[in-house]
């Protein structure tokens, strides 16, 4: 970076700080605490508990871990999650998340504030991700594996839940308004600068309101080779609205509406990969009631209804005279309901607790793409899926052991094909606390998968030089997941030092997929392509079960926490094979251990934090896919906090400092080289 650069970079800097710019929360005189396992998670039993206590792989982020390290995308934060990856391309702001190996068509459940996001559009790319600002995140809820199989069909893969700023976020006790303003300034391969302004009142003592506003402006970014990745600039502006309601004791009803709108282009402009630009517009929709009194033990009722959409607009703007300006158009709607009860109590000295649901969706796509095959590659179509569970959790002495039985089912339709399937999945999970500090668990757990419309209902030809055909097959079966897993959980106090915490989460499991779905094609002719004439007649492509898919790994993660100092590792070993063929399955990223530490000073009002992330190669794919190889990197970030007053704080990070040139697992372009971001933060209320 040139020291013009750098002037022009530090009174930008100094505008953003003057606006009083950046992402702060309202409790912000809590210095940031990397134990992060001991924050609350309900996402793998539907009720609130510690993740250290979790018997699952558990991982949650917060706030304070968005606004330490101020992303730009929500995978920089997910992805530090052991067995999680997430594929994101530069000329793209969507984000697919894989966990242990599973991705795509909803075989890890994303929501946002319960709703589910369900967009997919299939091409080169993931099929399966959603768009979301991280500037109104306020918890990142993950669980891994079909262990998490009440929260709601399909998730053989796992469960992550996005939560959005509430009211509460930015109001204190005994205030009536409040107002958080929020920016960041970045510099380096990447230039540019993003933001949000967030105001909440609380008119009354059982009515509370927030609404925020947040943009962002980045310019295309160069990799660690000064190589500038075409399409990686980003604009988007989004919207947040929530209303809470409490009109009796233990009474909650929250409504919420989120708004997004990106632009960008893509494209390289030749005749098979025609630029476009992209106009995509979200919406999320949720209104949650909750019931939840401590005196009444047999009533905690949690009851969603949502609607989401993904609205996609292409325009041409490469090609012949004729073909410029051609649209298309790939638009998505979900409504879905989630409904759950708890009942609590106490059984001889020890206590269980019993949980009853349902949950229900359906997705209605439709696609137009007059001039191409985008709508043949994602058919228009309809799916329900629809679900029930109950589900019982014992805790007697050392002893944990929860129960619980699924049913799912599900109907398509398209064109003139139709599908449907029902089936039961059950779960068993025991515990034990050998000792004070150490909780062993075992667990068999199974999920299950319905087809998706793209999976069953594909159809047409796939454009030149390879003009094979695309073939439906509404005879799919569902995907069933069966996952062992053993898992130790650490939580120690006063370790070595009076305050100090010693929190660890370690886990092995095998997962067994039967009837895994996956793209086959057959060309049992002349190889397509090649200079013969019809070689691509006999061609086509389609989606099969497999028979069995077996997908195998260890996790880990462990933090220690002396206040004055912290320190963590994490890190994950994962195999997946197609035990049909013998080939490994191209959809297992490579191994990555990850290890932090850092410092506080000045009474913990100065933070100063470091990251190291190595990354092995990935090599082990079958012949079809030696093309998406990834070499072996590492990755070094710093980071610096500065709490100036209890409202305003200041940030510093400063990612991939040594300037690496690399390429994640599955993405088609490079990712930015050194980048540094400073942010300013205040709050203000009465």
Same mark, same amino acid.
């Given at each position: ?26 409790m912000a005189q809590s210095p940031e605490v990397v134990t992060t396992l001991d924050e609350i998670t309900i996402t793998a039993t539907k009720q609130s508990e510690s993740v250290v206590d979790t018997l699952a792989g558990a991982t949650v982020f917060t706030r304070g871990d968005l606004r330490t390290q101020q992303p730009q995308r929500i995978g ?216 939840n009194q401590p005196g009444n033990p047999w009533l905690n009722v949690a009851a969603t209804a949502y609607s989401t959409s993904t609205d996609t607009e292409q325009t041409r703007i490469s090609g012949t005279p004729a073909q410029i300006g051609q649209s298309r158009f790939f638009k998505i709607r979900t409504n879905g309901v989630d409904i759950n ?187 397509? /392509? ?8 006999? $061609? !086509?492509? %389609?989606? *099969? &079960? +497999?028979?069995?898919? =077996? ?88 980071? /610096? ?8 704080? $200041? !940030?510093? %990070?400063? *990612? &991939? +400092?040594?300037?690496? =040139? ?25």
């Amino acid at each position: 970076m040139s020291i013009s650069a750098l002037r022009a970079g530090v009174s930008r800097f100094a505008v953003l700080a003057a606006a009083g710019l950046a992402s702060v929360p309202a409790m912000a005189q809590s210095p940031e605490v990397v134990t992060t396992l001991d924050e609350i998670t309900i996402t793998a039993t539907k009720q609130s508990e510690s993740v250290v206590d979790t018997l699952a792989g558990a991982t949650v982020f917060t706030r304070g871990d968005l606004r330490t390290q101020q992303p730009q995308r929500i995978g920089t934060i997910v992805n530090q999650a052991p067995g999680v990856s997430t594929q994101e391309n530069a000329n793209d702001p969507a984000t697919a998340i894989n966990i242990r190996g599973l991705q795509d068509f909803g075989r890890v459940a994303v929501t946002i504030d319960g709703a589910r996001q369900n967009f997919q559009r299939s091409g080169h790319n993931a099929n399966g991700a959603f768009f979301l600002d991280p500037a109104f995140v306020r918890a990142i809820d993950i669980t891994r594996g079909p262990v998490a199989n009440i929260y709601g069909s399909g998730a053989i893969g796992g469960v992550v839940s996005f939560e959005t700023v509430d009211p509460s976020d930015i109001l204190r006790p005994g205030e009536r308004i409040a107002g958080e303003l929020a920016g960041t300034g970045v510099f380096g391969r990447q230039a540019g600068w993003y933001g949000s302004a967030i105001g909440a009142a609380r008119p009354t003592d059982t009515i509370e309101a927030l609404a925020g506003f947040a943009f962002r402006d980045l310019n295309p970014f160069r990799d660690g080779g000064g190589n500038r990745v075409l399409d990686s600039g980003q604009e988007l502006v989004s919207g947040l609205g929530k209303i809470v309601i409490k009109p009796g004791n233990g009474h909650e009803l929250k409504l919420s509406g989120q708004y997004q709108t990106y632009d960008f282009a893509n494209g390289i402009g030749t005749s098979t990969a025609p630029r476009r630009t992209n106009d995509v517009t979200t919406g999320n929709f949720a209104a949650r009631y909750t019931f939840n009194q401590p005196g009444n033990p047999w009533l905690n009722v949690a009851a969603t209804a949502y609607s989401t959409s993904t609205d996609t607009e292409q325009t041409r703007i490469s090609g012949t005279p004729a073909q410029i300006g051609q649209s298309r158009f790939f638009k998505i709607r979900t409504n879905g309901v989630d409904i759950n009860n708890t009942s609590r109590f106490d059984l001889g000295g020890g206590s269980v607790a019993v949980t009853v649901g349902a949950d229900a969706f359906q997705d209605r796509v439709r696609t137009s793409d007059p001039s191409g095959n985008g709508d043949e590659t994602t058919p228009s179509g309809r799916r329900s899926v629809y679900g029930g569970f109950v589900q019982s959790h014992l805790k007697y002495s050392i002893i944990d052991v929860i129960g619980a039985l699924r049913y799912d089912g599900y109907t398509l339709d398209g064109g003139s094909n139709h599908s449907e399937g029902q089936r039961l999945s059950p779960k068993i999970t025991v515990g034990a606390t050998v000792i004070p500090g150490i909780q062993l668990y075992g667990s068999y757990a199974e999920g299950y998968r319905a087809p998706s419309i793209t999976e069953t209902l594909v159809d047409g030809l796939h454009p030149v030089p390879a003009s094979f055909v695309f073939v439906p097959n509404p005879n799919l079966r569902p995907e069933v997941g069966k996952n062992l897993e053993a898992g130790v959980n650490i939580k120690y106090d006063d370790v070595f030092a009076q305050g100090d915490k010693l929190r660890g989460k370690v886990s092995v499991f095998r997962n067994h997929v039967r009837d895994y779905i996956d793209g086959v094609f057959v060309d049992p002719g002349a190889p397509c /392509g090649s200079p013969v004439p019809g070689a691509c007649a006999d $061609a !086509f492509y %389609t989606y *099969e &079960n +497999v028979s069995r898919a =077996r997908l195998t790994g260890v996790e880990a993660e462990l933090v220690y926490d002396a206040r004055t100092w912290f320190a963590s590792l994490s890190g994950a070993h994962i195999r997946g094979d197609n035990l049909t063929n013998g080939d490994p399955l191209q959809s297992v990223y490579p191994d990555k251990i990850a290890i932090g530490g850092g410092m506080r000073f000045l009474n913990e009002k100065l933070t100063l934090g470091s990251r190291v992330t190595f990354v092995d190669e990935q090599k082990r794919l079958p012949a079809s896919a030696v093309a998406t190889a990834s070499s072996a990197y590492t990755l070094v970030d710093l980071y /610096g906090t500065y709490q100036f007053t209890q409202d305003s704080k $200041a !940030f510093l %990070t400063l *990612e &991939n +400092v040594g300037d690496v =040139r690399y390429k994640r697992f599955r993405d088609a372009d490079f990712s930015p080289g050194f980048v540094a971001k400073i942010g300013f933060s205040t709050r203000f209320g009465s």
